[in-house]
């Protein structure tokens, strides 16, 4: 009986997991961080009709441009905060001039109905049309910010021994090397095309990649290349000869720098498998990221699946 095994890497580094982008996969290792973790706010930047739309508002134009000036003026730690993130007004503002611009059938109210919301990327709010728009775009803002005080100002993040920050930001080349360093590339890639939204957006990736967190784009595209075999099998499945859809394993990382998987990861794949072979679900679906221990290179999911094709 051939193994049908599915990959859904979580991402717990920065925020929620999202969904995998539903317009096609990712063009690059920023392209998936940004499509992952904030998906309406990168739709902006990739939509031609949405883009075009939001340069028509001078609200909006004038925001891209003070963004892009703070950024250019910053010379110390707490003035390359300042210019990163987003501030409350900024947020309200942005939202505001958003809700102005979004019409039935105009390239915003497009981009929601045929990509946002199919995406189930912010199936938790119960608005619509403007107001959920508004709501989106605030929970991508103030991720941002999120994960800009956690790589850029040491925040306490949600799992500190593993999401923390990788450097001291006391340290004399933390302020007067990277950051520095940092905010030259940020304003390098945003003086192409400076929107509202495109500093912090940036400031996000540049920081994820400094502190080694790009884990969101590992093993994409995951529908094209190791769940390609999978996915194919899906439509021809005969759902009537299982109990379950799919048996979901659930990560658990070692806690050892050199080991690549713990005994309870083992264990729970084994079980998987026993399950499979009683004809319990016609997929296994393995979970779990790069994870434990803090900067290990063994992704959780990945370990198991070449554990179960051993056995």
Same mark, same amino acid.
């Given at each position: 009986?051939?193994?049908?095994?599915?990959?859904?890497?979580?991402?717990?580094?920065?925020?929620?997991?999202?969904?995998?982008?539903?317009?096609?996969?990712?063009?690059?290792?920023?392209?998936?961080?940004?499509?992952?973790?904030?998906?309406?706010?990168?739709?902006?930047?990739?939509?031609?009709?949405?883009?075009?739309?939001?340069?028509?508002?001078?609200?909006?134009?004038?925001?891209?441009?003070?963004?892009?000036?703070?950024?250019?003026?910053?010379?110390?730690?707490?003035?390359?905060?300042?210019?990163?993130?987003?501030?409350?007004?900024?947020?309200?503002?942005?939202?505001?001039?958003?809700?102005?611009?979004?019409?039935?059938?105009?390239?915003?109210?497009?981009?929601?109905?045929?990509?946002?919301?199919?995406?189930?990327?912010?199936?938790?709010?119960?608005?619509?049309?403007?107001?959920?728009?508004?709501?989106?775009?605030?929970?991508?803002?103030?991720?941002?910010?999120?994960?800009?005080?956690?790589?850029?100002?040491?925040?306490?993040? +949600? #799992? %500190?021994?593993?999401?923390?920050?990788?450097?001291?930001?006391?340290?004399? !080349?933390?302020?007067?090397? $990277?950051? &520095? /360093?940092?905010?030259?590339?940020?304003?390098?890639?945003?003086?192409?095309?400076?929107?509202?939204?495109?500093?912090?957006?940036?400031?996000?990736?540049?920081?994820?990649?400094?502190?080694?967190?790009?884990?969101?784009?590992?093993?994409?595209?995951?529908?094209?290349?190791?769940?390609?075999?999978?996915?194919?099998?899906?439509?021809?499945?005969?759902?009537? +000869? #299982? %109990?379950?859809?799919?048996?979901?394993?659930?990560?658990?990382?070692?806690? !050892?720098?050199?080991?690549? $998987?713990? &005994? /309870?990861?083992?264990?729970?794949?084994?079980?998987?498998?026993?399950?499979?072979?009683?004809?319990?679900?016609?997929?296994?679906?393995?979970?779990?990221?790069?994870?434990?221990?803090?900067?290990?290179?063994?992704?959780?999911?990945?370990?198991?699946?070449?554990?179960?094709?051993?056995?």
């Amino acid at each position: 009986m051939r193994l049908f095994i599915i990959y859904c890497f979580t991402l717990i580094l920065t925020l929620p997991l999202r969904a995998q982008k539903s317009d096609g996969f990712c063009a690059s290792v920023y392209q998936c961080v940004e499509s992952k973790n904030y998906y309406f706010t990168y739709l902006l930047q990739e939509k031609a009709d949405v883009d075009s739309l939001i340069a028509t508002n001078t609200i909006l134009r004038d925001m891209a441009d003070k963004k892009q000036n703070e950024l250019l003026k910053a010379g110390s730690v707490d003035e390359y905060l300042t210019a990163f993130k987003l501030s409350d007004e900024d947020i309200l503002k942005a939202g505001k001039a958003l809700t102005e611009l979004y019409r039935n059938g105009n390239a915003l109210e497009r981009m929601m109905t045929q990509l946002v919301m199919p995406s189930g990327h912010y199936l938790q709010y119960k608005e619509q049309g403007a107001a959920l728009m508004r709501k989106i775009w605030e929970q991508d803002a103030r991720g941002m910010n999120y994960a800009i005080d956690v790589y850029a100002a040491a925040h306490k993040p +949600n #799992y %500190p021994k593993i999401d923390s920050i990788g450097f001291n930001i006391r340290s004399s !080349e933390f302020q007067k090397e $990277i950051l &520095p /360093i940092c905010k030259q590339n940020i304003e390098m890639w945003n003086r192409a095309h400076p929107a509202f939204y495109s500093v912090s957006l940036k400031a996000v990736c540049t920081l994820l990649d400094l502190n080694d967190r790009l884990q969101a784009a590992d093993f994409e595209p995951l529908g094209g290349i190791v769940n390609q075999a999978s996915y194919a099998q899906i439509p021809l499945t005969n759902w009537k +000869n #299982y %109990p379950y859809s799919a048996i979901l394993v659930l990560g658990a990382g070692p806690d !050892e720098p050199n080991v690549n $998987i713990n &005994p /309870i990861g083992k264990m729970r794949a084994a079980y998987a498998a026993l399950l499979y072979r009683e004809h319990q679900a016609p997929f296994i679906i393995l979970s779990g990221g790069r994870v434990h221990p803090y900067h290990t290179p063994y992704n959780e999911a990945n370990e198991m699946k070449k554990y179960l094709m051993e056995i």
